[in-house]
C-alpha cells in the first residue's frame, strides 16, 4: 500500500466519527418530510436500518482504534471500510425511491435536498 493510500486510510477512521452530528440532522430532516406522504411502517423500517448502520459505524471504528493499524492491515481495513459505505451508500440512494412520490413533486423535491 502506498503511504497516501495507507494515510487516506487512518483519516477515513480518523474523521469518521466526526460526522454523527450531520447525520442525526440530515435523518430527522428525512423523516420529518417523509412523514406527510409516506407510510409510517416505510419510515420506521428506514430509520431501524439507518440507525444499525450507524451503530454498525461506531463499532467498526471502535475496532479499528483497538487493533493495529499497522500498514501491513491498512488493506483489510479499507475493505471493510468500502463496505460499509457500500451499504450505508445504499441506504441513502433507497431514498429516492421510499419517499419521493412523483404524484407530490414536492417529495421529490424535499428527498432530493436530503441526498445534496
Given at each position: 500500500m502506498t503511504p497516501v493510500r495507507a494515510d487516506s486510510v487512518r483519516t477515513f477512521y480518523l474523521q469518521t466519527?466526526?460526522?454523527?452530528?450531520?447525520?442525526?440532522?440530515?435523518t430527522a430532516?428525512?423523516?420529518g418530510t417523509a412523514?406527510?406522504?409516506t407510510p409510517w411502517p416505510t419510515i420506521a423500517t428506514w430509520a431501524a436500518v439507518q440507525l444499525a448502520?450507524?451503530?454498525a459505524r461506531e463499532?467498526?471504528?471502535?475496532?479499528?482504534?483497538r487493533h493495529s493499524r499497522a500498514d501491513a492491515a491498512l488493506?483489510?481495513?479499507?475493505?471493510?471500510y468500502?463496505?460499509?459505505?457500500?451499504?450505508?451508500?445504499?441506504?441513502?440512494?433507497?431514498?429516492?425511491?421510499?419517499?419521493a412520490h412523483p404524484a407530490e413533486p414536492i417529495t421529490v423535491a424535499l428527498t432530493l435536498c436530503c441526498l445534496y
Open positions: 466519527r466526526n460526522s454523527r452530528a450531520s447525520v442525526v440532522v440530515v430532516y428525512m423523516i412523514a406527510s406522504y448502520t450507524q451503530v463499532l467498526l471504528v471502535r475496532a479499528w482504534f488493506g483489510r481495513w479499507a475493505n471493510v468500502t463496505l460499509y459505505m457500500v451499504v450505508t451508500g445504499s441506504l441513502w440512494g433507497s431514498t429516492i425511491f421510499l419517499f
